[in-house]
């Protein structure tokens, strides 16, 4: 014979039978276990593909605000070589630098396909030269793999990794943190 229990509402009165407890008593108990935190293989990261001297590079699109077709590019005296120079994006200037410069890549010369990668980050917002865009495409975090031997001019700390189709996936938060990448020029006035 099986036990009932009565509840009280404001419109009715309702029994409900010991397996339902159970029931309602599991559910109770599985809601209030504190939900999981996502797992490295629930990442996914969404990347912007590009080319820089015959290779495939990518970033992670949280970092771009915009690509920008290379044009009216003013050169800046007094900088690292791999400053490329300034550009005016809709009123704002916005620095170029030629990352094949900064990780000692083989340089094709600027063709008309080249495009700005307009990146923000760490209270920094720059442009990154690249050859042509190849376009946007998400992988799993866990599909990294760490940088290849015969990758040559990036050192490790620069790198997320490389995926199985041999994409080199920047580090931009890394890339940015890099004290080269600010230049302090002061200029003197004479008396």
């Known amino acids: 014979m099986k036990k009932h229990s009565t509840v009280a509402s404001k419109s009715a009165v ?45 970033l992670e699109t949280r970092h771009v605000r915009e690509v920008y077709p290379l044009k009216d590019l003013t050169k800046m005296p007094c900088t690292p070589a791999f400053i490329l120079g300034m550009v005016n994006v ?24 080249h495009r700005i990668i307009i990146v923000q980050g760490n209270d920094i917002e720059l442009g990154l030269l690249a050859d042509v865009i190849v376009g946007v495409r998400s992988i799993a975090a866990n599909s990294l793999q760490p940088s290849l031997p015969t990758l040559s001019g990036i050192h490790n700390d620069y ?11 920047l580090d931009l938060d890394f890339i940015l943190a890099d004290p080269r990448i600010i230049v302090h020029e002061e200029v003197i006035a004479s008396t």
């Open 14 to 58: 309702k029994t409900i039978s010991a397996d339902d407890k159970e029931i309602l008593r599991a559910r109770a108990k599985k809601l209030a276990q504190p939900l999981q935190s996502e797992t490295l293989e629930d990442v996914t990261l969404e990347l912007l593909e590009f080319r820089l001297a015959q290779e495939r590079y990518a």
């Open 90 to 113: 809709r009123g704002n200037i916005t620095s170029v630098i030629d990352i094949k410069k900064f990780f000692d890549l083989p340089d094709k010369g600027l063709t008309d396909l």
């Open 159 to 169: 790198l997320k990794g490389v995926t199985k189709d041999c994409i080199v996936v």
